[in-house]
Every structure is written in C-alpha cells, then in structure tokens.
C-alpha cells in the first residue's frame, strides 16, 4: 500500500438506530489510520456535518456511518455538493440498497434469486396475515437486522398479531413481509471488485438479529463456511454480481439465507449492505483477514477506491 498522508475525517454515530454500532466501527476506522501515518478528524454527525467539514476540510471522508441518514443517500448528496471525496458507494446506489423493495426490482430481473415478498401497512397486520406463517416482518430501509420478526404459528405475537405485542410494528408504518427462509444464514464480502470467502452464522438461540450481530459470543462465525464449494461459488457469484448491479464502491456485503435440503435452488440473497460494519465483531474485516488483508490494509484499500472514484 502506497497511499500518501491524507487528512481522513472518519465519520461516525449519528442519530439512526445503529448509532452505538457506527461509533465502534468509526473509532477502529480512525485508529487503523492513526496507526498509518494519516491525520484523522473524528466526526460524530450531528445537523451542522457540512459546517464542520467546511471547517476542517479533509483530503476525504471515511463514511463509518450505518443506517439512516448516513447509508441511504442523504450525506451522499451532501458531500458529492460539497466535492469532498468519500469511502463506500454513492447517492444512487445507497438510495437504491438501502430499500429491500428497490434492490429485488434492480437483481432479480438480472437472475440473482431474492425471496418473494410484499410491502404492507402495519394496521393490516391486526386484521391477518400478509402471508402463510411462518413468514418474516421487516423495516424496508433499516439495516444490522435492526426490528425484524419472525412470525410462527407457536409465536406470542397472536392471530392476528395483537395491537399491543412487541414488536416492529409498534415502531414502523410499513414493513416488507417475506416467506421465512429455513436453514443456513451465510454471507459473502466483496472488496474493491472481488469477492471473498463466505461465512456461516451459527446463533447460539434465536435468530441473527441486531443483538446477536453485535454482542460478543452470541453468534459463532464460521470462517470459512463447511458448505459445498458449489454453494460458496454461487454465494461469491451473487454477492459480486450485486456489487456490481448495484455500483457499490469500496466494499459491500450481501447476505443469504440457504435451505441446504434445496442444493442450489435453496439459496437466496435477502439484501446487499453497502456500508458493512467495520467493528471488532464485523464479518467484512473478519473475511478480509481470512484472505490475508490486514484491517490497516483493509481501511486504506477502501479510501484508495474512494480517491479514484473522486
């Protein structure tokens, strides 16, 4: 890596549900780039981001932000008005991603099998089931698996699902409803233009949701996957073929469900993170790491795409 001295603001926390999330994978962004010589400006977002970095004026901007407003498009734009270089993907792309409903219109025409579904309105859900249980209820644009539900014929949620239960409902207007997927929970890295290895989640209970992606010891990765290398191979197909549907940059990581009594027609890719975490935890670093990149070298990698891009 022969990238020069750059003044990096690493841009982190905010306001959207995966702020705590963000801040981990900022501060370790931030020390990466300490560790190699570079300037680092640590940047919680607040409403004044453009003033500050009006203030600062960095050489580029490492995007460590998840979630909304910081992964869907809206600092994108700002930035790309401001003509200051920044990491991940762009305006387009994020807005496109970050909608689960927009990203199957842009890959399942392409042959990339997602699973079917339907955008419903949350009072609707009092009245009956969208779907067959079990199926799953999801926000359409939040993601670390941030207020998904599983609902099952055994759930407490009720049937129909009662008004007062927990669960995302409580918190959205609308939700995507899907058929669940049962089996395998698997996902493929790609950086800069190759795709990686792939790794299977194993939940010690429960599902792969937001508190079991980012609680040490609640989920086991498994690095790489004990899958039939037909599987990994479609997983890296799919997950590079995404990348590049989509115009991801610098780094991006897609995500499957695989239902191994199905061989290859059982896998499906459920959604495509543009901006995966980059914390301790985090399976971009971990696969990075697997295929002999360092997170030092894995940093720099994604803010020399980013100067090129710019």
Same mark, same amino acid.
């Given at each position: 890596?022969?990238?020069?001295?750059?003044?990096?603001?690493?841009?982190?926390?905010?306001?959207?549900?995966?702020?705590?999330?963000?801040?981990?994978?900022?501060?370790?962004?931030?020390?990466?780039?300490?560790?190699? !010589?570079?300037?680092?400006?640590?940047?919680?977002?607040?409403?004044?981001?453009?003033?500050?970095?009006?203030?600062?004026?960095? #050489?580029?901007?490492?995007?460590?932000?998840?979630?909304?407003?910081?992964?869907?498009?809206?600092?994108?734009?700002?930035?790309?008005?401001?003509?200051?270089? =920044?990491?991940?993907?762009?305006?387009?792309?994020?807005?496109?991603?970050?909608?689960?409903?927009?990203?199957?219109?842009?890959?399942?025409?392409?042959?990339?099998?997602?699973?079917?579904?339907?955008?419903?309105?949350?009072?609707?859900? =009092?009245?009956?089931?969208?779907?067959?249980?079990?199926?799953?209820?999801?926000?359409?644009?939040?993601?670390?698996?941030?207020?998904?539900?599983?609902?099952?014929?055994?759930?407490?949620?009720?049937?129909?699902?009662?008004?007062?239960?927990?669960?995302?409902?409580?918190?959205?207007?609308?939700?995507?409803?899907?058929?669940?997927?049962?089996?395998?929970?698997?996902?493929?890295?790609?950086?800069?233009?190759?795709?990686?290895?792939?790794?299977?989640?194993?939940?010690?209970?429960?599902?792969?949701?937001?508190?079991?992606?980012?609680?040490?010891?609640?989920?086991?990765?498994?690095?790489?996957?004990?899958?039939?290398?037909?599987?990994?191979?479609?997983?890296?197909? =799919?997950?590079?073929?995404?990348?590049?549907?989509?115009?991801?940059?610098?780094?991006?990581?897609?995500?499957?469900?695989? #239902?191994?009594?199905?061989?290859?027609?059982?896998?499906?890719?459920?959604?495509?993170?543009?901006?995966? !975490?980059?914390?301790?935890?985090?399976?971009?670093?971990?696969?990075?790491?697997?295929?002999?990149?360092? =997170?030092? #070298?894995?940093?720099?990698?994604?803010?020399?795409?980013?100067?090129?891009?710019?």
């Amino acid at each position: 890596m022969t990238l020069s001295k750059l003044h990096i603001a690493v841009l982190m926390g905010g306001w959207s549900a995966e702020r705590e999330v963000s801040l981990m994978s900022g501060n370790g962004v931030a020390d990466a780039l300490e560790s190699r !010589g570079h300037k680092v400006t640590r940047v919680d977002m607040d409403r004044n981001l453009a003033m500050v970095l009006d203030g600062i004026k960095p #050489d580029a901007v490492f995007n460590a932000l998840h979630g909304t407003p910081g992964e869907d498009g809206t600092v994108q734009g700002m930035l790309d008005l401001m003509q200051i270089p =920044y990491t991940h993907s762009g305006l387009v792309t994020s807005v496109i991603a970050i909608d689960k409903e927009l990203t199957k219109q842009a890959l399942v025409p392409q042959g990339i099998p997602m699973p079917e579904g339907k955008v419903v309105e949350c009072a609707t859900l =009092y009245k009956g089931d969208p779907l067959p249980r079990p199926y799953v209820l999801k926000p359409v644009n939040e993601g670390s698996s941030v207020g998904i539900a599983i609902v099952r014929d055994d759930s407490n949620y009720g049937s129909p699902i009662a008004r007062d239960s927990k669960g995302p409902w409580q918190d959205f207007d609308h939700l995507l409803a899907e058929p669940f997927i049962k089996g395998r929970e698997l996902t493929t890295a790609v950086i800069g233009d190759k795709a990686l290895c792939v790794t299977e989640l194993q939940v010690k209970s429960g599902f792969y949701d937001y508190d079991a992606k980012y609680t040490d010891g609640l989920t086991e990765h498994i690095c790489p996957a004990d899958i039939p290398e037909d599987i990994a191979e479609l997983c890296r197909e =799919y997950a590079l073929k995404a990348h590049r549907l989509l115009g991801c940059k610098g780094t991006s990581r897609s995500d499957f469900r695989w #239902d191994d009594e199905l061989g290859s027609d059982g896998l499906f890719l459920l959604e495509t993170n543009t901006q995966p !975490g980059m914390t301790p935890y985090s399976l971009v670093p971990e696969q990075a790491k697997h295929m002999g990149m360092s =997170y030092a #070298d894995l940093v720099e990698a994604i803010v020399e795409e980013a100067l090129a891009k710019a």
